[in-house]
């Protein structure tokens, strides 16, 4: 399939600015929830207990609904499925647009359920599914680091823009961006089918002219060993059974999956315990919370969208998962044991670090499936991380709540954000075996090969 750069800017158009009005109604939520559930009160549990609930059941709806898109992405395009995610985003913002009383907030949170299941994981598998379609495989991690860095992009914007708006007039301008992402998307996105590119065909690659020429220390997706398959004989829908072949049919894609789980475990669980760990333990307020958002989202802009280009070709996929995952740890690690209030700040800078791992995690698996499969590989990714998101805030609110207790029996009371880096630790050693196995594998090809 042929396509120019042209095809690929229009994606990371679409991608921004569906992003862009995900984040850019994020801070206003929380006020707009306790004005409609509890009125003139600054605490409010039933506030917290419905969001538990909507993230739960968004994430539970996630995990089932994200590898069935990806899988008809393969087999009826990409575009036709990414029109779902990002019509059904409109909903939820139109409401609050009109008005924001009692009434139309819990339509909204009805909307924001529904939409949550198809946008959550949807997009981002259906745009590197997308991506995989039209760059070579050695030159995937470079575009899927791109793609990443535009999202940071669309969330530091998003983020920006909310501040300088008043409440009712950020639905407003989100529904409108959102109304005009998916005009955008109708029109000027080209379509893209489950073919991807090979090394050979130099043709569809836009990064091409702008890159320099590299190798990867990759498998290539043609080796049967690293490339499972689906069942060729099943024409509908996979099943349950067939997806989990899928993923442990061979060590890249098991390996994949298992990083997946437990980075976003860990990261779930940092999101969860950070904000009310520095709360209690150097009294941040709104202000240096966004102060942080702003330094993590333009870190993980400028690591995604400069530095992974940068060195993707030069080191491969799997040595920036292992640099990623050791960022990750350090980042997490100096949370934990903050000894001043500036400490988180220089720990957030070590999301340059971390943002490589999910564009090397989504690039090695592109690598390892067929070109009919990127997208329900893509899907069961993002669903593997869906499901580690579910259980984070149910391991870890508690958790925290313990740690931050005056009757703890001990009073660290960042232990369980050292919890949360474990699972980090976890992906970092899983990493280091893949990556000693697929060596070792390399190893003795070559030995076959010279004694053949």
């Known amino acids: 399939m042929n396509t120019d750069l042209a095809g690929l800017g229009h994606l990371f158009v679409v991608f921004f600015l569906f992003h862009f009005h995900s984040f850019m109604v994020i801070p206003a939520i929380i006020d707009v929830t306790m004005e409609a559930v ?54 939820p913002l139109f409401v609050l647009a009109c008005n924001r009383s009692e009434v139309y907030f819990y339509v909204f949170y009805v909307a924001s359920i529904v939409a949550g299941i198809f946008c959550q994981g949807t997009m981002l598998s259906l745009c590197f599914a997308y991506v995989a379609d039209h760059v070579r495989p050695r030159r995937r991690a470079a575009a899927f680091a791109l793609l990443s860095g535009v999202s940071a992009a669309g969330f530091v914007s998003g983020t920006l823009t909310a501040r300088f708006l008043a409440a ?38 836009p990064l091409l002219q702008a890159s320099s020429s590299s190798t990867s220390s990759s498998a290539s997706s043609s080796d049967e060993e690293l490339s499972p398959r689906l069942p060729p004989h ?9 997806m989990f072949t899928f993923l442990t049919g061979s060590l890249a894609m098991s390996g994949a999956a298992t990083i997946t789980f437990f980075c976003s475990l860990g990261e779930r669980g940092l999101e969860t315990a950070l904000m009310y760990y520095l709360k209690a333990q150097f009294g941040y307020s709104k202000d240096e919370f966004a102060d942080l958002l702003l330094i993590v989202g333009a870190a993980g802009m400028l690591s995604q969208l400069t530095v992974m280009p940068i060195l993707a070709p030069i080191l491969g996929e799997e040595i920036l998962l292992i640099v990623g995952l050791l960022g990750g740890c350090t980042q997490v690690f100096l949370y934990g044991i903050a000894w001043s209030y500036w400490v988180p700040y220089l720990s957030a800078a070590f999301v340059i670090l971390s943002a490589f791992v999910n564009p090397s995690i989504r690039t090695n698996v592109s690598k390892n499936v067929a070109s009919n499969e990127q997208g329900i590989a893509q899907g069961c990714i993002s669903g593997i991380s869906s499901f580690g998101s579910i259980l984070g805030p149910l391991i870890f609110t508690p958790l925290t709540a313990w740690a931050l207790s005056e009757t703890g029996p001990f009073n660290f009371k960042g232990f369980s954000i050292l919890c949360a880096g474990i ?23 070559i030995v076959q090969q010279e004694q053949a």
Not at 50 to 63: E, H, I, K, Y
Not at 183 to 189: N, S, W
């Open 423 to 445: 699972c980090t630790v976890i992906a970092f050693i899983i990493s280091l075996r893949m990556r000693g196995a697929q060596s070792s594998a390399c190893k003795k090809s």
């Open 234 to 242: 099943k024409a509908g829908l996979p099943s349950l059974s067939d």
């Open 38 to 91: 509890c009125p003139g009160r600054d605490q409010c549990s039933v506030a917290i207990y419905l969001s538990g609930f909507q993230n739960a059941v968004t994430g539970l709806g996630a995990v089932v609904v994200t590898p069935i898109v990806g899988n008809l992405s393969d087999r009826y395009g990409r575009k036709a499925l990414m029109t779902l995610p990002v019509t059904v985003a409109i909903l």
């Open 168 to 205: 009712s007039s950020t639905f407003q301008v989100a529904a409108a961006v959102a109304t005009a992402t998916a005009i955008y998307l109708g029109v000027f996105l080209p379509d893209s089918g489950g073919v991807s590119c090979t090394d050979g065909d130099e043709a569809c690659d």
